[in-house]
């Protein structure tokens, strides 16, 4: 598997407003995973989505996927305080099991 | 279902001692996976198992020791630990390859 990228590393915003994070990637992958981590806990999976698909929602979630420019987004609609955690992209590629890498991720903050 | 446990919770360990970390899941998931994660930074993985029985390292194996003697269970060995190896670590599993993993809580180590 390879790292995935995340940008902005941070960002911070007012509830209400939506919140967009990017992930790169460099080489073909099978799917690519968003998870969720809340300080000091551990990760929670959020959405994955296929090499072949190119949208996909799971409620107030909307993530994009761009083969041909290796990136994806997130984003997060109406967002609220409980949002505010730290957001990590995986793509997977063929080739075995799914050692997701892990890069620094997108700390998000929400004000109220 | 509890899904994934680690114990300790957290631990203060002096340098050179031995340490093994627990994990346990009952979701009968095949692949479990150890991460650290050092502080502002991202998880890296340390070892992995496909399936019981077998075992695979990861990024940043040195210093590590698993064991999957079943389904259920992948505890991680710390030999003789070293400063280096404070860290949060959290222990993964999932159904198979490709598919979301799901996290434990984590383990607070302190090496002195």
């Known amino acids: 598997s390879q790292q995935g990228e995340e940008d902005p590393q941070a960002l911070s915003i007012q509830e209400g407003e939506n919140a967009t994070m990017n992930c790169s990637y460099k080489t073909s992958i099978n799917n690519l995973q968003w998870y969720r981590q809340n300080s000091g806990r551990g990760l929670v999976h959020l959405i994955l989505i296929r090499s072949n698909e190119r949208e996909k929602h799971s409620g107030r979630l909307r993530v994009t996927l761009d083969t041909s420019k290796k990136s994806s987004s997130l984003l997060i609609t109406a967002s609220r305080a409980a949002d505010t955690a730290s957001y990590f992209c995986a793509p997977t590629n063929s080739g075995g099991y799914n050692k997701l890498i892990f890069g620094a991720g997108t700390r998000l903050a929400v004000h109220p | 279902t509890a899904g994934i446990t680690q114990a300790p919770t957290s631990q203060i360990l002096a340098a050179g001692r031995s340490m093994t970390l627990r994990c346990t899941q009952d979701m009968r998931h095949n692949a479990m996976y150890w991460y650290r994660q050092d502080l502002g930074l991202g998880l890296r993985l340390i070892h992995y198992?496909?399936?019981?029985?077998?075992?695979g390292k990861g990024e940043v194996p040195d210093g590590y020791s698993v064991s999957r003697a079943n389904t259920d269970d992948f505890p991680l060995t710390l030999a003789s630990a070293v400063p280096s190896q404070t860290s949060v670590y959290f222990c993964?599993?999932?159904?198979?390859?490709?598919?979301?993993?799901?996290f434990g809580p984590g383990t607070r180590l302190t090496v002195l």
């Open positions: 198992s496909n399936t019981a029985g077998t075992t």
């Open positions: 993964a599993s999932s159904e198979r390859g490709y598919n979301e993993q799901f």
